[in-house]
Antibody, heavy 117, light 111 residues
Framework: QVQLQESGPGLVKPSETLSLICTVSGGSITSYYWSWIRQPPGKGLEWIGHIYYTGSTHYNPSLKSRVTTSLDTSKNQFSLNLSSVTAADTAVYYC???????????WGQGALVTVSS | QSVLTQPPSASGTPGQRVTISCSGSSSNIGSNYVHWYQHLPPGTAPKVLIYRNNQRPSGVPDRFFGSKSGTSASLAISGLRSEDEADYYCAAWDDSLSRVVFGGGTKLTVL
């Protein structure tokens, strides 16, 4: 059973870059899509984007200008960078494996990231 | 406002059958698979309940049933149990928006 775990700073200042890493165990990231999803406090889920094992990416158009993702196959990790953050980016960030579009079979526990000075 | 529309809340008593709806359009549910997720209290990972409209992953009880018709989908939970109390989300790919879209979530209360 593949397991995912998010890690990174829990507090980011406005205008800075939010960076998270997702470590995958029990399976290799050299297949499938690897996604980031977030949930602002009191709100629903929002898909940020995904990276295919080949390195190709696809992002939510509303966030595309600020998002980058990458793979590190040597560490079996993938990462998220979200630039120029504001308080509206405060959320629990989840990483997940996406077997088919919108079909996430494994999720991380989530990492709360607060944007505040 | 979510692209997929779900009722914000649903409830039932133990043993009852509850249905949660998910309404979309031709660009999402109408042309792509629908998936359902259960999200227990904060700090837990969401769990896939129904995959590709009506497929139950290994380990998901057959009390959970997914269906799709046209631009709508439904999740039915029979034999309701207290541990089913959670938030439920539907999700699909949207061809027009070119992204994954989620429903706003339905909070299920077991009375």
């Amino acid at each position: 059973q593949v397991q995912l775990q998010e890690s990174g700073p829990g507090l980011v200042k406005p205008s800075e870059t939010l960076s998270l890493i997702c470590t995958v165990s029990g399976g290799s990231i050299t297949s499938y899509y690897w996604s980031w999803i977030r949930q602002p406090p009191g709100k629903g889920l929002e898909w940020i984007g995904h990276i295919y094992y080949t390195g190709s990416t696809h992002y939510n158009p509303s966030l595309k200008s600020r998002v980058t993702t990458s793979l590190d196959t040597s560490k079996n990790q993938f990462s998220l960078n979200l630039s120029s953050v504001t308080a509206a980016d405060t959320a629990v960030y989840y990483c997940a494996r996406e077997l088919t579009p919108a079909g996430f079979d494994s999720w991380g526990q989530g990492a709360l990231v607060t944007v505040s000075s | 406002q979510s692209v997929l529309t779900q009722p914000p809340s649903a409830s039932g008593t133990p043993g009852q059958r509850v249905t949660i709806s998910c309404s979309g359009s031709s660009s999402n549910i109408g042309s792509n698979y629908v998936h359902w997720y259960q999200h227990l209290p904060p700090g837990t990972a969401p769990k896939v309940l129904i995959y590709r409209n009506n497929q139950r992953p290994s380990g998901v009880p057959d009390r959970f049933f997914g269906s799709k018709s046209g631009t709508s989908a439904s999740l039915a939970i029979s034999g309701l149990r207290s541990e089913d109390e959670a938030d439920y989300y539907c999700a699909a790919w949207d061809d027009s928006l070119s992204r994954v879209v989620f429903g706003g979530g339905t909070k299920l209360t077991v009375l």
